[in-house]
Structure formats: C-alpha cells, structure tokens
C-alpha cells in the first residue's frame, strides 16, 4: 500500500485511534430467526487534508470474530482480508465519499481468489456469490458496501468530522440513506441530531440523533409488491414501521470516543429486523 501523505493541522496524538465494535444483528421471516454477533478492532489513521477540503482516512481492521458459522458467514469472514485496509475519501462531517486504494484492494482479491474458490466454488450458491462479490469489487456503487454500514457506519455516520475541529458537527435536520437494505430496496432516513455538552468533562459532547423514515423517498410501492410477493398473498396487508436511535460522544478536539447505534423495523405478520452496533476505545 502506498504511504498516506503527511498528517496536517492535527496534534500528533491525534492522529491515530483504535476501537473495538460490537455488532449485533437479529433478523425474523415468517417465524425463522438468523442472528449474529460480531466483535472487530477497526484502526483509524488520518493521512491529510487534500486542497478540496477532504480528508483521508485509513482503516484497518486488526481483529475479527462472530458467532454465526453458517456457510455464508464463514465465506464473508474469509473474504475479510480484501478490505482489512481501506484508504478513504472523507467530507467536512464525515460522508465516505470514495476508495482510494481500490487497486490494492483488487489485487488482495486476486491473493485470495485461489484459496475462496477452492473451498467455496464446489456449489452453485458458492459459485453465484463469488461472482457476485468480483464483479462488486469493480462497481462504481462499491462504497455502498461500507456506507452506513457495520464498523464503517459508526465511525462515518455523516454527521461529524472524523477528524475534528470540535463543532464540526451536522447539527439539526439531515439525510441518510441505506442502500439495499430490504432486499434491493434503499431505506431513506430523516435525522435529527442534538449536541448536549458534557456537565462532567470540559469540551466532551454528546450528539442524540433520532430517526425516521423518509416516507417521501421510501419506495413504498415497491416494498409492498415485495412483501404480498413473498407471502404468496395480493391482499396481504403491508404495515410496517421503524425505530432509529443513536449516540455518539466527541472529545474536546472533535474525534469520536464512544457510540452507539440502534435501528429496528418491523413489518407486521412478516419481518422484523434489529441492528445494534456499540463503539469504545481500545
């Protein structure tokens, strides 16, 4: 990989911060329930502000574990050293807005390729999700894969600087959106974010952000045909709702020390699906 430009206008203890996340998912169809918990290390590295304004920032992730074994969960788990080092793209509060070492990210791919097919690519759904995976890896919508979502969602949620000043923060009323997030449908989000200083340490703050769903840019025509689809039934009566809650604590140079992330929907009689993600220093 190549080296990151030299870090500007941060302190040097700043620069360079390492966090344990812990993830857990529960998702229920019709009466069946897959859940899974996973544990990482994600370190983060600011490289540098471009003439832009942007700012890269280095990910790597040192450490992973979860408690689902299924096949499919074991083949993502081994697919994990492809991305363990992304250079990323940042804007002023925190938007990922590109990979800019997709090259290394292709050739840690090419590394693995032998060693995927050889214990994945016996069966047809192996085969499919290989497929899928390459031709993901050369996409134009690959930063989807990481926006507002897992370890990548809590560190860049969008609403502040990952790297400081404190202040940068997306105050008030914003957008969001998960891509792909019922089957290939996109969850719009509307948020509203409060800043609460810290009574009890000096510069800290917490941001309080509440969520719900953009019911203007939600594809609610879509999502029913999906559902009385799936349930083999026109007449199927399609109700849904959501619960979105999150936390995030900034020290007094701006960087994130802690967080928390909680979003939950439900459609009646069919699906229910709770995500939880909780962020602290290492």
Same mark, same amino acid.
């Given at each position: 990989?190549?080296? !990151?430009? *030299?870090?500007? &206008?941060v302190p040097l203890l700043q620069t360079s911060r390492t966090f344990q996340i812990q993830s857990d998912t529960s998702t229920r169809v019709r009466g069946q329930t897959v859940s899974n918990s996973i544990a990482t290390t994600l370190r983060q590295t600011y490289g540098g502000r471009s003439p832009a304004g942007t700012h890269a920032v280095l990910?790597?992730?040192l450490s992973f574990a979860q408690t689902d074994q299924s096949p499919l969960a074991l083949l993502l788990a081994d697919l994990n050293p492809?991305?363990?080092q992304l250079l990323l793209e940042v804007g002023t509060y925190g938007d990922l807005l590109a990979i800019r070492n997709r090259e290394q990210v292709q050739e840690?791919? !090419?590394? @693995?390729?032998p060693h995927i097919l050889h214990t994945y690519g016996t069966t047809r759904e192996g085969q499919a999700f290989i497929q899928g995976f390459e031709q993901q @890896?050369?996409?134009?919508? !690959? @930063?989807?894969?990481?926006?507002?979502k897992g370890g990548y969602g809590v560190l860049f949620p969008g609403l502040f600087s990952p790297v400081g000043p404190a202040g940068a923060v997306r105050a008030g009323y914003s957008e969001r959106v998960? &891509?792909?997030?019922?089957?290939? !449908?996109?969850l719009p989000l509307r948020l509203h974010t409060e800043v609460v200083p810290s009574s009890a340490v000096p510069g800290e703050c917490q941001l309080r952000v509440s969520g719900e769903l953009d019911a203007a840019r939600f594809d609610e025509p879509g999502l029913q045909a999906l559902v009385k689809q799936a349930m083999d039934m026109l007449n199927f009566r399609v109700a849904h709702s959501l619960n979105c809650r999150e936390e995030y604590t900034l020290d007094e140079h701006g960087?994130?020390? *802690? *967080?928390?992330?909680?979003l939950t929907f439900?459609?009646?009689?069919?699906y229910h699906q709770h995500i939880q993600h909780e962020l602290k220093l290492a």
């Open positions: 990989m190549q080296p !990151l430009p *030299a870090p500007a &206008a990910v790597e992730q492809v991305n363990n840690q791919w !090419l590394g @693995l390729r @890896l050369t996409s134009p919508t !690959l @930063l989807d894969s990481f926006r507002h998960m &891509a792909g997030f019922f089957g290939s !449908l996109d960087w994130l020390t *802690a *967080a928390r992330q909680e439900t459609i009646e009689n069919f």
